[in-house]
């Protein structure tokens, strides 16, 4: 019996599908998902951060965020399970980040790690993730600032307005003041051109004293017996009067 190309077509479908079907039974019991575990961390907020989110260790990527929900308690906060590569150890003291990454914005969960010897964290452990930066907050901390200095600034307007004249004389006391500082430096400056032959030698003098000082003290450093010895003074006996002529 000859086969028509329908029936054809339909048995090499057929056989495909039952190809698939065995294939898909022999390998139903092996897994192509790498070995790893997850942590959870805490967020009070993620900043619009979504599932299978890069995880990084340090910058380098690790893992991926397996899955998000809100957490209800006294502080309702956003609980994150991420799922790490096995190879991957997270000290007990790294700290959880909301990262934003390139241009487009793309929201990541950065640990940052120090050291560990307080030792790693267990599969199905939990820590607490930083607060990120609102720039919401930031704007409106921007913005307070910028009415201070604007406040600030008509404050100094008015006080430089009210007291108009009081600065003028101030500025004409400091020229004068300027002025006179100047005369006295040119005076000072003239004393010692005209005086400097005499400054040099008074200095000289000074040289020459600290000099004989030190000379006096080095000897008297080798020969302290000076102190004690005092000279002899040699009494010189009195000039005797001339005698009177007796009269003839």
Same mark, same amino acid.
């Given at each position: 019996?000859?086969?028509?190309?329908?029936?054809?077509?339909?048995?090499?479908?057929?056989?495909?599908?039952?190809?698939?079907?065995?294939?898909?039974?022999?390998?139903?019991?092996?897994?192509?998902?790498?070995?790893?575990?997850?942590?959870?961390?805490?967020?009070?907020?993620?900043?619009?951060?979504?599932?299978?989110?890069?995880?990084?260790?340090?910058?380098?990527?690790?893992?991926?965020?397996?899955?998000?929900?809100?957490?209800?308690?006294?502080?309702?906060?956003?609980?994150?399970?991420?799922?790490?590569?096995?190879?991957?150890?997270?000290?007990?003291?790294?700290?959880?980040?909301?990262?934003?990454?390139?241009?487009?914005?793309?929201?990541?969960?950065?640990?940052?790690?120090?050291?560990?010897?307080?030792?790693?964290?267990?599969?199905?452990?939990?820590?607490?993730?930083?607060?990120?930066?609102?720039?919401?907050?930031?704007?409106?901390?921007?913005?307070?600032?910028?009415?201070?200095?604007?406040?600030?600034?008509?404050?100094?307007?008015?006080? !430089?307005?009210? %007291?108009?004249?009081? #600065? &003028?004389?101030? /500025?004409? *006391?400091?020229?004068? +003041? $300027?002025? =006179? @500082?100047?005369?006295?430096?040119?005076?000072?400056?003239?004393? !010692?051109?005209? %005086?400097?032959?005499? #400054? &040099?030698?008074? /200095?000289? *003098?000074?040289?020459? +004293? $600290?000099? =004989? @000082?030190?000379?006096?003290?080095?000897?008297?450093?080798?020969?302290?017996?000076?102190?004690?010895?005092?000279?002899?003074?040699?009494?010189?006996?009195?000039?005797?009067?001339?005698?009177?002529?007796?009269?003839?």
């Amino acid at each position: 019996m000859k086969l028509t190309n329908e029936a054809k077509i339909g048995i090499l479908v057929m056989s495909v599908l039952i190809i698939l079907a065995v294939l898909t039974w022999r390998t139903g019991r092996y897994s192509f998902v790498p070995d790893g575990y997850m942590i959870k961390v805490n967020f009070l907020d993620v900043q619009g951060l979504s599932k299978n989110a890069p995880v990084t260790l340090n910058g380098l990527e690790e893992g991926r965020v397996k899955d998000i929900k809100v957490v209800y308690s006294d502080v309702p906060q956003i609980e994150l399970t991420l799922w790490l590569k096995s190879e991957a150890k997270i000290p007990q003291n790294a700290k959880a980040f909301i990262r934003t990454m390139g241009f487009m914005g793309e929201k990541f969960v950065a640990i940052e790690m120090k050291d560990s010897q307080a030792g790693f964290l267990a599969p199905g452990a939990t820590i607490a993730g930083e607060a990120p930066a609102s720039i919401e907050k930031l704007l409106g901390e921007g913005l307070v600032i910028a009415e201070n200095l604007k406040i600030i600034s008509g404050e100094i307007k008015d006080h !430089l307005k009210n %007291n108009h004249d009081e #600065i &003028d004389t101030m /500025i004409s *006391n400091l020229s004068v +003041t $300027s002025k =006179n @500082l100047n005369s006295i430096t040119t005076n000072v400056n003239e004393r !010692l051109a005209v %005086n400097s032959k005499y #400054i &040099d030698e008074m /200095i000289g *003098n000074f040289n020459s +004293t $600290s000099s =004989n @000082l030190e000379e006096m003290s080095y000897d008297l450093k080798l020969n302290p017996w000076k102190l004690l010895y005092k000279e002899k003074t040699v009494k010189k006996a009195p000039k005797k009067a001339p005698k009177k002529a007796s009269p003839q």
